[in-house]
């Protein structure tokens, strides 16, 4: 069992940065490919980005591409998502998610998740 625990959301202003931490704990976490999903209120978990286990491959949705930056620092059991220029579009939870198979983009491909972090972003 990996256990994942999101931290770093807050509420900023358009154009603001936040970088969101998902810290495991139970197993080594670079053996997961590790993923960001964001679920704003009344709408489906939705894919943000991810990251391979050895770090060497990396995809995002569109909306994400050139603002956001998936990294992660297997030593600290960590995975890190920067992200730039934050947009109102941009408020949700924000969830990691964790699994042994790699390049799935559905919370359906992914066993183990965090509780979350708020992210909300004011005009």
């Known amino acids: 069992q990996v256990q994942l625990v999101e931290s770093g959301g807050g509420s900023v202003q358009r154009g603001d940065s936040l970088t969101l931490s998902c810290v495991a704990s139970?197993?080594?976490?670079?053996?997961?490919?590790t993923a960001w999903f964001r679920q704003a209120p009344g709408k489906d978990r939705v894919f943000v980005a991810d990251?391979?286990?050895?770090?060497?491959?990396?995809s995002y949705v569109d909306s994400a591409k050139g603002r956001f930056t998936i990294s992660r620092d297997n030593a600290k059991n960590a995975v890190f998502l920067q992200m730039n220029n934050l947009e109102p579009e941009d408020t949700a939870v924000y969830y990691c998610?964790?699994?042994?198979?790699?390049?799935?983009?559905?919370?359906?491909?992914?066993?183990?998740w965090g509780q979350g972090t708020q992210v909300t972003v004011s005009s």
């Open positions: 998610a964790a699994d042994l198979r790699d390049g799935g983009i559905w919370p359906r491909d992914f066993d183990f």
């Open positions: 139970g197993r080594t976490l670079r053996r997961y490919t």
């Open positions: 990251i391979s286990g050895d770090g060497e491959r990396t």
